[in-house]
């Protein structure tokens, strides 16, 4: 027989919903599950309760990388001097939409 979990001994999932309306997923909240699936499952369960989601994304927070706050400065200076990042070099199809 197994013991119950508490919710701190499960990993962390952070959650993502795309909405009927929109094209790209949002950050929702956060979520302790076992596994991803449970994860999906909760998730719909708590942050599509009216059917506003289409797609959910859940994604384990110990897998997030993420930027250094310290670094903020150098790594989001205006890059003037890179102007080949910029999208006016680019020709995209006429059939391609939301870009």
């Known amino acids: 027989m197994s013991t119950p979990h508490h919710a701190g001994e499960f990993p962390l999932w952070e959650v993502f919903v795309r909405s009927k309306s929109g094209l790209d997923h949002k950050h929702c909240g956060s979520l302790h599950a076992s596994d991803a699936t449970l994860a999906i499952q909760m998730a719909r369960d708590v942050y599509t309760r009216r059917q506003e989601g289409t797609s959910i994304w859940v994604v384990r927070s110990d897998a997030i990388v993420a930027s250094d706050p310290d670094?903020?400065?150098?790594?989001?200076?205006?890059?003037?001097?890179?102007?080949?990042?910029?999208?006016?070099?680019y020709k995209l199809p006429a059939d391609l939409d939301h870009m």
């Open 71 to 89: 670094t903020r400065d150098a790594d989001f200076e205006p890059a003037a001097d890179k102007v080949y990042r910029h999208p006016t070099f």
